[in-house]
């Protein structure tokens, strides 16, 4: 497994850390540190690559390993939730907290191995995931729709966010008004910020996209008239008002284009390309002035990974 070359943090006000995971490259993923006044829950996990910088942050903090009440995943994705099980067998007070879709898959990750080996590579499985440690089923607890928990004086709430993933909650932190919002709410990189504010896109990977249920799922996020967004991808971002409807306008954008290119028999590559200049052109609005092999950088793998997820939809709608 390979290892994050540094440990880089950012403290937020009201008790909140986000840590780099160092997944594919810094500031791409982070998972949170929430504390309360004498316990503390893990938010997202990274990869089994991240949890030696999650302990040591952990330490670096004052906090000992029993103080950790939970681990919580928003889905299990493995940039979110690859290394929870590695977590867990450092943290023998925590329980797992999980969405009832996901539990049975980290309890027994073979099937999730399986697939990411089969949508990747055995290499890049050992190179980025491996191992995907199992969670004992007596130490985990399915999270449903409205549940709640108390991590000191802090209250959480979770509520069921399917359109990303059917595995997919989200996290309300009353006490700073923000929701962990897993890929629910997109992605906004800090290197896209500008004056204009914050750049934001959704996230359409594969295999469980369904368009409708996202708008829906992200409706009810902004419902709740939150203050802070804690975004995976990657840190806090603020006025969730008007984030909201860009997100959801540049969803409609991408569905819009795979919608145009169902029938063409160029149908990937038409809308890896059209992908591309869309987003490219909205962040050249929205006034970024980086390169353009700059934001290839940034970009390209995202625009990879929704291109592969509109095509599964687009598959899945056509079979219904
Ligand atoms: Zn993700």
């Given at each position: ?64 390993r029993e103080q950790v009440r939970y681990v919580i995943v928003t889905h ?59 969670i004992a089923a007596e130490r985990t607890r399915e999270m449903r729709e ?175």
């Amino acid at each position: 497994m390979s290892q994050p070359s540094l440990l880089s943090a950012t403290e937020y006000a009201g008790g909140v850390v986000c840590i780099d995971t160092g997944y594919v490259r810094e500031r791409l993923a982070g998972c949170y540190l929430l504390e309360a006044e004498d316990c503390v829950a893990f938010i997202e996990t990274g990869t089994s690559a991240t949890v030696p910088h999650m302990l040591s942050l952990l330490e670096a903090r004052g906090w000992t390993r029993e103080q950790v009440r939970y681990v919580i995943v928003t889905h299990v994705h493995l940039d979110h939730a690859g290394g929870a099980g590695l977590l867990m067998q450092q943290l023998p007070e925590a329980e797992f907290l999980v969405h009832p879709r996901g539990a049975r898959h980290m309890i027994d990750p073979s099937r999730l191995e399986a697939s990411v080996r089969a949508v990747y590579s055995d290499d890049y499985f050992e190179d980025t995931f491996a191992p995907l440690v199992p969670i004992a089923a007596e130490r985990t607890r399915e999270m449903r729709e409205g549940d709640t928990i108390k991590l000191g004086t802090r209250k959480l709430r979770f509520i069921d966010t399917p359109g990303h993933a059917r595995h997919h909650f989200c996290v309300w932190d009353e006490q700073t008004r923000g929701w962990f919002t897993g890929d629910t709410f997109g992605i906004s990189y800090r290197e896209l910020d500008t004056e204009n504010g914050f750049f934001i896109f959704p996230t359409t990977t594969p295999i469980e996209l369904d368009p409708p249920r996202l708008h829906e799922s992200v409706g009810r996020l902004l419902e709740a008239d939150p203050e802070w967004m804690y975004l995976t991808h990657f840190g806090r971002v603020g006025n969730p008002w008007l984030l909201g409807p860009q997100l959801l306008a540049a969803l409609d954008a991408m569905v819009d284009i795979a919608e145009r290119n169902e029938h063409d028999d160029q149908r990937g590559k038409r809308i890896r390309s059209e992908l591309k200049d869309w987003l490219f052109d909205a962040a050249r609005g929205h006034g970024v002035g980086l390169s353009d092999a700059r934001l290839h950088e940034l970009l390209a793998n995202d625009i990879e990974l929704n291109a592969q997820g509109l095509e599964v939809w687009l598959q899945r709608r056509a079979r219904t």
